[in-house]
């Protein structure tokens, strides 16, 4: 039993787990989701126990185990795992500022930039052991992974039959990016890059130095950059901190004097002018460095992973270029998706598989209409009737009644068809949680565990920041748009939506559907859209609903969770959340659950 899956784990920043058999991915979930820790760092206990979970596998039935990156940097937090948990203190903020901070600082990026090396190896190799050992696996192959390759696996999820693979983030195994070639089922090395000239090492600097959290908040940078008038690349001082030349990225700068370069640099001017700036540089270096790899290899396709491609607008420019016929970019791009790599590669090495079709995300857990249930009647037990079952008394077509059904903090029901009881309420002009079949895997909520309204209505965008997200004024939401819809009202000429339908790349939309996508739209005009086809049938029955009252499939869909926190993974979580919120109802399978507390 259990003889053709395969395990992989990452246990770093945003760390998981994923189940793979054959060409499907059966499970994958971050840590976070389970610890409720946002971007939880270490060995992922949780993830891993899920995973077999949903399989019903116990330790020992799993035979091939694969886990990435033995740099010596992640070997000693993972020795030392005080040191990985002052960095994630301090890094989201929940630490203040010491007088060491700056000495370690600098001692992390040096020390990070280092390749792995023979003792690296086998120190991360035991110490993974007494892990798997710890946990009841035994008998089993167990594999590396390079950092790098496992984001480059993305070209095996693309669907094209030979592209460029490109991997940029900020450091991993000794690299900063790599270029592949992908052709016959098999991934090439053309050319690694050096951690210690790192985009996304540049832009984490940016991110610090406006007093954003490094890799959480580099899409805060990327939306203010839209606030800030042009500026030349000749009269531009943060072109000269780094550029690309050929395949290689350059810089006179070590990391840490690129960052007091570019503090220098900041104090002279305004934030949005240096976001902008920032945005500028990367977008041009990453340009010409694909430009320069596609012209080398005779490439028409990319195949894009690592978090530097979590920057839309970048990924729309790339788009739009004359030499790219087709990009994909990985959906879950960032170290969060090296749990899901490492997995291929080794499905690849042991079983010869190369090919996946991830036309859903939605990997993670499910739970039943009686699972929800008892959620409630816990609710009910544990605070004194504080909850009220009131199926019986609501026909399933009618919304609750407060005057009429009021008892208690919660109100919920069953409900003939969640579409259109959400529709209606949306269009109502309601906000509403929406919990429905597996949990997602990855940076954004696709229609299964999402917070949804109406697309067209700029205050309830602001009504939605004020009352949950507390987002930062600039930052817009995104839109759920059924895949027919797009074409009238993005412009999607020359491209393929099938290739990034999940929220991975930035589209202009159309200046007469303006004010039909108020409240999805960023100021200059773009959106980063989900596209939702057949896949999803409930939630694009929603979208239909939607249409039959707009004239167009759209809706506002943000993450479901309140800021700062991870995207709730169960019922009781969903609940939990919609007594803090002063949101009304949720949807939570075929239930409607009314707060009696929102304003």
């Known amino acids: 039993m259990g003889n053709n899956y395969v395990l992989g784990i990452w246990d770093g920043h945003d ?118 050992r710890e946990m009841g696996f035994s008998r089993y192959l167990f594999e590396w992974v390079d950092h790098h390759k496992a984001h480059a696996v993305a070209a095996f999820c693309s669907g094209f039959p030979e592209c460029l693979a490109i991997t940029l983030d900020g450091v991993g195994d000794g690299c900063c990016g790599s270029l592949w070639s992908f052709r016959n089922e098999k991934l090439s090395l053309i050319k690694s890059l050096p951690a210690s000239r790192s985009l996304g090492i540049f832009f984490e600097h940016v991110t610090n130095l406006m007093n954003m959290r490094e890799l959480e908040d580099e899409g805060k940078v990327m939306a203010l950059a839209n606030y800030a008038y042009p500026i030349a690349d000749e009269e531009n001082p943060l072109m000269s901190v780094i550029k690309t030349k050929d395949l290689d990225i350059v810089t006179p700068y070590s990391s840490t004097a690129m960052f007091r370069e570019m503090k ?47 920057n839309i607008k970048m990924n729309m420019k790339l788009a739009a270029q004359q030499e790219v016929e087709n990009i994909y970019v990985f959906p879950h791009m960032g170290d969060g998706g090296l749990a899901i790599g490492a997995a291929m590669l080794m499905n690849h090495d042991r079983y010869g598989i190369s090919r996946y079709k991830l036309q859903s995300l939605a990997l993670g857990p499910s739970f039943t209409t009686e699972e929800v249930w008892t959620a409630l009647q816990g609710r009910n037990v544990a605070e004194s009737a504080a909850i009220k079952d009131v199926s019986s008394e609501i026909p399933a077509s009618a919304f609750i009644s407060s005057e009429a059904h009021q008892n208690g903090d919660l109100l919920f029901r069953r409900i003939d068809s969640a579409p259109e009881t959400a529709a209606r309420l949306i269009l109502a002009g309601e906000i509403i949680l929406w919990f429905q079949g597996r949990m997602e895997i990855g940076p954004r909520s696709l229609g299964n ?55 991975t790349m930035a589209f202009r939309v159309r200046d007469e559907e303006m004010k039909k996508m108020a409240g999805v739209i960023n100021i200059d005009g773009t959106c980063r859209p989900q596209f939702v086809g057949d896949e999803q049938p409930l939630y694009r029955d929603l979208l239909k609903q939607i249409k039959i009252i707009l004239g167009y499939g759209v809706l506002l869909n943000t993450s479901f969770n309140i800021h700062g926190e991870p995207v709730v993974c169960t019922p009781k979580e969903a609940l939990d959340m919609l007594q803090r919120t002063g949101i009304r109802y949720l949807v939570i399978e075929d239930v409607l659950v009314e707060n009696m507390k929102a304003d």
């Open 264 to 310: 220098k640099i900041i104090w002279s001017y305004p934030s949005e002018q240096f976001a902008a700036m920032a945005q500028r540089v990367l977008e041009k270096c990453v340009l010409d460095l694909v430009a320069a790899a596609l012209a080398k290899t005779g490439h028409r396709k990319i195949a894009a992973a690592g978090g530097v491609f979590s």
């Open 15 to 132: 760390a998981g787990a994923a189940l793979l058999k054959g060409e499907e991915i059966v499970f994958a979930i971050n840590e976070e989701r389970l610890s409720r820790r946002k971007l939880e760092v270490g060995f992922p206990h949780l993830a891993i126990r899920a995973c077999l979970d949903f399989a019903g596998l116990k330790p020992p039935d799993i035979k091939a185990i694969a886990a990435s990156t033995t740099d010596p940097a992640k070997t000693l937090t993972r020795i030392f795992p005080n040191l990985k948990e002052e960095y994630y203190l301090i890094r989201r903020r929940k630490q203040p500022p010491r007088s060491l901070d700056a000495f370690k600082k600098t001692f992390k990026y040096r020390f990070t930039e280092l390749a792995p090396n023979v003792i690296s190896r086998r120190l991360s190799l035991s110490w993974m052991e007494d892990r798997l």
């Open 449 to 503: 565990r999402s917070i949804l309204a109406r697309p067209d209505d700029s205050n309830i965008k602001d009504r939605l920041n004020l009352l949950l997200k507390k987002r930062v004024w600039y930052q817009p939401f995104c839109p759920s748009i059924l895949a027919e819809d797009a074409p009238s009202l993005l412009h999607t000429e020359g491209l393929n939506l099938g290739d990034n339908p999940f929220m």
